[in-house]
């Protein structure tokens, strides 16, 4: 994808914490495709900071209508893992409420 593009979608998503990495405008919806650029969490139970992720979780979220249609935005959830005391978590990513399918900016 051409810099430009990247860079206008991003500005259109308005959400800092995603790279874009790509577009399909199909028939009926908009899938962006982007990448969490948060990879760094801390553990609630025993406040750790890590940086390993246990797994990527493969995520689908409704955000704001583009160009009259359905936007989904396409990722990989970061899936911590704290080895000193083996809790595993996913987010919170600022974005998304907790276990919420769309953005906090398509909330009704």
């Not at 801390?42 to 750790?48: L, S």
Request: charged share 20%; aromatic share 10%; net charge negative.
């Amino acid at each position: 994808m051409e810099p430009s593009a990247r860079e206008f979608i991003e500005a259109l998503i308005q959400i800092p914490e995603l790279s874009v990495t790509g577009y399909q405008i199909q028939t009926q919806a908009v899938l962006i495709f982007v990448e969490v650029q948060v990879r760094v969490g801390q553990c609630a139970p025993c406040g750790a900071i890590t940086r390993e992720i246990n797994q990527d979780i493969d995520r689908k979220v409704r955000h704001l209508p583009v160009a009259g249609k359905p936007c989904d935005l396409m990722f990989q959830e970061p899936q911590f893992f704290c080895r000193p005391c083996r809790h595993t978590w996913v987010g919170p990513l600022d974005f998304l409420s907790p276990n919420q399918l769309y953005t906090k900016a398509y909330e009704p």
